[in-house]
């Protein structure tokens, strides 16, 4: 257990790129007086796209940089990230929490729809790693007796987010296409199993309606990352707002403006 002093340490908060500050929103919301180290690993993103060996090697290697930094808990805000090496962290640093985060479908199944007189229609929109790794292949045969569930890959829209393209016609248009399917047989709800689409929130809107409902996993990786730091004694005791510092792998300034401009942004 860390002394008093160490629990003012930052919180490290890790994504491919910058859709993990969706999750970054969720934790300061709940832990406000909290430092945190947001690290976007833009550079690299896409991690969907790349094999579970890859995403574990660039996993690995921020996860050492945040020890060295004397991170208190590692939060993983990236459910591609959280499928390849979640379980690997874990084994590897055990004296400080690290929170995963994975693609809400059991809120979103048991939420209650009324009288459809059928099963819920949900569609879980994510990258092809999180939707082809065991830890989203559990989650689903625990629930497709439960409900009709439709897994979308949607590689474009992470590079839209972090092209700080969101909501623009091309965009747009991509969607549009993406999600005609489900314009012509509607889905009752959308769980966003990819840090980055809280963000396409309202381009989703204007294609599938604005009563579409959405769960995502930022709130329970948010109070998970309470229950650990509590249940360890680590949690701050400080009663002032804590910092938050934006870090980035790509080198140019603009990733780190949009970051702070996403962070700013409501969802
Ligand atoms: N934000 C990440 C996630 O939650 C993945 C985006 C990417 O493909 O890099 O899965």
Known sequence: ?????????????FDSGVGGISVLKALHHLLPNENYIFFGD????????????????????????????????????CNTATSASAKLLRATYLDIPIIGIEPALKPAV?????????QPRILVMATALTLREEKFLRIYQQYQDKAEIISLPAPHLVRYVESGLIGS?????????????YVAHPVDSVVLGCTHFPFAKNDIKKILGEDMLFFDGAEGAARELKNQLNLRGMLSDSTTPGQITFENSDPSAEHLILSQQLFEAQI
């Open 110 to 118: 048991l939420h209650d729809y009324g009288d459809l007189g059928r």
């Open 42 to 77: 833009s550079q690299n993103a896409p991690y969907g796209e790349k094999t579970t060996e890859e995403v574990r090697r660039l996993t690995s290697a921020r996860a050492q940089y945040f020890m060295e930094k004397g991170a208190k808990a590692i939060v993983l805000a």
């Open 169 to 181: 016609a091309e965009m747009q248009q991509d969607l549009s296409q993406l999600l005609a399917p």
């Open 1 to 13: 257990m860390l002394s008093e002093h160490n629990n003012h340490q930052p919180i490290a908060v």
